[in-house]
Protein backbone atom coordinates (compact mmCIF):
# COMPACT_ATOMS: atom_id res chain seq x y z
CA UNK A 1 0.00 0.00 0.00
CA UNK A 2 1.82 3.25 -1.24
CA UNK A 3 -0.09 6.93 -1.10
CA UNK A 4 1.74 9.62 -2.58
CA UNK A 5 0.91 13.33 -1.85
CA UNK A 6 -0.57 14.11 1.63
CA UNK A 7 -3.81 15.28 0.23
CA UNK A 8 -3.73 12.12 -1.83
CA UNK A 9 -4.43 10.06 1.52
CA UNK A 10 -7.17 12.49 2.69
CA UNK A 11 -8.73 12.36 -0.75
CA UNK A 12 -8.79 8.84 -0.75
CA UNK A 13 -9.83 8.58 3.14
CA UNK A 14 -12.52 10.56 2.40
CA UNK A 15 -13.83 8.82 -0.67
CA UNK A 16 -13.20 5.36 0.99
CA UNK A 17 -15.35 7.07 4.33
CA UNK A 18 -17.97 8.08 2.08
CA UNK A 19 -18.47 4.82 0.73
CA UNK A 20 -18.72 2.98 4.40
CA UNK A 21 -20.87 6.01 5.74
CA UNK A 22 -23.83 5.37 2.55
CA UNK A 23 -23.35 1.38 3.82
CA UNK A 24 -23.30 1.74 7.73
CA UNK A 25 -23.68 3.48 10.63
CA UNK A 26 -21.51 5.85 11.51
CA UNK A 27 -20.97 4.89 14.92
CA UNK A 28 -19.69 1.35 12.90
CA UNK A 29 -17.18 2.67 10.75
CA UNK A 30 -13.40 3.00 12.08
CA UNK A 31 -10.18 4.65 10.97
CA UNK A 32 -8.78 1.20 10.40
CA UNK A 33 -11.54 0.56 7.84
CA UNK A 34 -11.41 3.96 6.22
CA UNK A 35 -7.92 3.14 5.80
CA UNK A 36 -8.59 -0.39 3.98
CA UNK A 37 -11.33 1.22 1.87
CA UNK A 38 -8.71 3.95 0.60
CA UNK A 39 -5.90 1.25 0.04
CA UNK A 40 -3.68 2.97 2.72
CA UNK A 41 -2.02 2.06 5.89
CA UNK A 42 -4.14 3.13 9.15
CA UNK A 43 -0.29 4.63 10.20
CA UNK A 44 -0.34 6.77 6.65
CA UNK A 45 -3.87 7.64 7.23
CA UNK A 46 -3.72 8.53 11.42
CA UNK A 47 0.32 10.70 10.48
CA UNK A 48 -2.79 12.82 7.80
CA UNK A 49 -6.14 12.51 10.22
CA UNK A 50 -6.79 10.82 13.10
CA UNK A 51 -10.51 11.05 13.55
CA UNK A 52 -13.04 10.70 11.38
CA UNK A 53 -14.17 14.73 12.64
CA UNK A 54 -10.67 15.39 10.87
CA UNK A 55 -11.70 13.74 7.53
CA UNK A 56 -15.14 15.31 8.01
CA UNK A 57 -13.11 18.60 7.89
CA UNK A 58 -10.79 17.78 4.71
CA UNK A 59 -14.24 16.69 2.63
CA UNK A 60 -15.79 20.12 3.98
CA UNK A 61 -12.77 22.02 2.52
CA UNK A 62 -13.21 19.95 -0.42
CA UNK A 63 -16.74 21.03 -1.14
CA UNK A 64 -15.56 24.82 -0.10
CA UNK A 65 -13.54 25.11 -3.07
CA UNK A 66 -16.48 24.60 -5.41
CA UNK A 67 -17.86 27.60 -3.72
CA UNK A 68 -14.49 29.38 -4.00
CA UNK A 69 -14.51 28.41 -7.52
CA UNK A 70 -17.38 30.29 -8.48
CA UNK A 71 -15.18 33.66 -7.63
CA UNK A 72 -13.92 33.30 -11.29
CA UNK A 73 -17.13 33.89 -13.05
CA UNK A 74 -18.25 36.84 -11.32
CA UNK A 75 -21.93 38.67 -11.40
CA UNK A 76 -22.30 42.24 -10.47
CA UNK A 77 -24.80 41.24 -8.29
CA UNK A 78 -23.59 40.77 -4.72
CA UNK A 79 -27.10 38.36 -3.96
CA UNK A 80 -26.29 36.24 -7.22
CA UNK A 81 -22.35 36.17 -6.50
CA UNK A 82 -23.53 34.62 -2.57
CA UNK A 83 -26.28 32.30 -3.99
CA UNK A 84 -23.98 31.24 -6.78
CA UNK A 85 -21.37 30.26 -4.45
CA UNK A 86 -23.59 28.51 -1.95
CA UNK A 87 -25.41 26.98 -4.76
CA UNK A 88 -22.04 25.57 -6.12
CA UNK A 89 -21.39 23.83 -2.59
CA UNK A 90 -24.76 22.14 -2.33
CA UNK A 91 -24.24 21.01 -5.59
CA UNK A 92 -20.25 19.48 -5.10
CA UNK A 93 -21.74 17.84 -2.42
CA UNK A 94 -25.15 16.32 -4.49
CA UNK A 95 -23.12 13.23 -5.67
CA UNK A 96 -22.35 12.20 -1.94
CA UNK A 97 -26.03 13.26 -0.63
CA UNK A 98 -26.36 9.56 0.03
CA UNK A 99 -23.31 9.46 2.72
CA UNK A 100 -23.57 12.92 3.96
CA UNK A 101 -27.16 12.43 5.31
CA UNK A 102 -26.50 9.10 6.93
CA UNK A 103 -23.63 10.80 8.32
CA UNK A 104 -25.78 13.76 9.76
CA UNK A 105 -28.63 11.98 10.66
CA UNK A 106 -26.12 10.03 13.39
CA UNK A 107 -24.08 12.53 14.59
CA UNK A 108 -24.94 15.46 16.75
CA UNK A 109 -25.55 18.91 14.71
CA UNK A 110 -23.42 20.40 17.23
CA UNK A 111 -20.43 18.02 15.60
CA UNK A 112 -20.82 19.85 12.12
CA UNK A 113 -20.57 23.33 13.57
CA UNK A 114 -16.71 23.60 13.81
CA UNK A 115 -16.81 23.34 9.82
CA UNK A 116 -19.37 26.36 9.41
CA UNK A 117 -16.45 29.39 9.70
CA UNK A 118 -14.45 27.81 6.96
CA UNK A 119 -17.69 27.40 5.08
CA UNK A 120 -18.67 31.04 5.46
CA UNK A 121 -15.87 32.55 5.02
CA UNK A 122 -15.57 30.88 1.74
CA UNK A 123 -18.86 31.45 0.43
CA UNK A 124 -18.16 35.18 1.53
CA UNK A 125 -14.72 35.35 -0.23
CA UNK A 126 -16.44 33.97 -3.22
CA UNK A 127 -18.91 36.48 -3.88
CA UNK A 128 -16.26 39.11 -2.85
CA UNK A 129 -18.04 40.11 0.25
CA UNK A 130 -15.32 41.00 3.08
CA UNK A 131 -15.86 38.12 5.77
CA UNK A 132 -16.03 40.52 8.92
CA UNK A 133 -17.52 38.91 12.37
CA UNK A 134 -21.08 39.57 11.66
CA UNK A 135 -21.46 38.32 8.08
CA UNK A 136 -19.24 35.15 9.10
CA UNK A 137 -22.13 34.49 11.90
CA UNK A 138 -25.28 35.48 9.56
CA UNK A 139 -23.46 32.95 6.76
CA UNK A 140 -23.22 30.42 8.89
CA UNK A 141 -27.12 30.25 10.27
CA UNK A 142 -27.70 30.63 6.34
CA UNK A 143 -25.32 27.46 5.92
CA UNK A 144 -27.11 25.41 8.35
CA UNK A 145 -30.62 26.31 7.48
CA UNK A 146 -29.47 25.45 3.66
CA UNK A 147 -27.76 22.23 4.39
CA UNK A 148 -30.93 21.16 6.21
CA UNK A 149 -33.14 21.84 3.18
CA UNK A 150 -30.48 20.43 0.94
CA UNK A 151 -30.57 16.74 3.06
CA UNK A 152 -34.55 16.67 2.54
CA UNK A 153 -34.27 18.06 -1.22
CA UNK A 154 -34.17 15.66 -3.88
CA UNK A 155 -34.69 16.01 -7.68
CA UNK A 156 -33.58 19.10 -9.27
CA UNK A 157 -33.10 21.13 -5.89
CA UNK A 158 -35.81 23.28 -6.27
CA UNK A 159 -36.58 24.05 -2.58
CA UNK A 160 -32.59 24.36 -1.68
CA UNK A 161 -32.76 26.90 -4.50
CA UNK A 162 -35.66 28.78 -3.17
CA UNK A 163 -34.34 29.03 0.31
CA UNK A 164 -30.91 29.75 -0.63
CA UNK A 165 -32.71 32.64 -2.36
CA UNK A 166 -35.07 33.91 0.82
CA UNK A 167 -32.04 33.04 3.37
CA UNK A 168 -29.63 35.32 1.25
CA UNK A 169 -32.55 38.34 1.12
CA UNK A 170 -33.09 38.32 4.79
CA UNK A 171 -29.18 38.14 5.67
CA UNK A 172 -28.84 41.14 3.66
CA UNK A 173 -31.59 43.17 5.29
CA UNK A 174 -31.00 42.03 8.84
CA UNK A 175 -27.37 42.98 8.33
CA UNK A 176 -28.38 46.04 6.86
CA UNK A 177 -29.87 46.93 10.12
CA UNK A 178 -27.24 47.03 12.35
CA UNK A 179 -24.50 48.59 9.71
CA UNK A 180 -22.91 45.35 8.90
CA UNK A 181 -24.52 45.45 5.12
CA UNK A 182 -23.12 44.59 2.09
Given at each position: ??????????????????V?????????????D???????????????????????????????????????????????R???????????????????????????????????????R????A??????????????????????????????????????????????????????G?
Amino acid sequence: MSAGHPDDVLDRAGAALLVLAAERPWRHITLRDIAQGAGITLAQLYARADSKAELLAHLSARYDIAALATAETPSEDVHDRLFDAVMARAEAMEPDRQALTAIAREIPAAALLPHYPATARAMLEAAGVEATLPRRAAMMAVWARVAQVWRDDEGALNRTMAEIDRLLKQMRDRLSRIGAGF
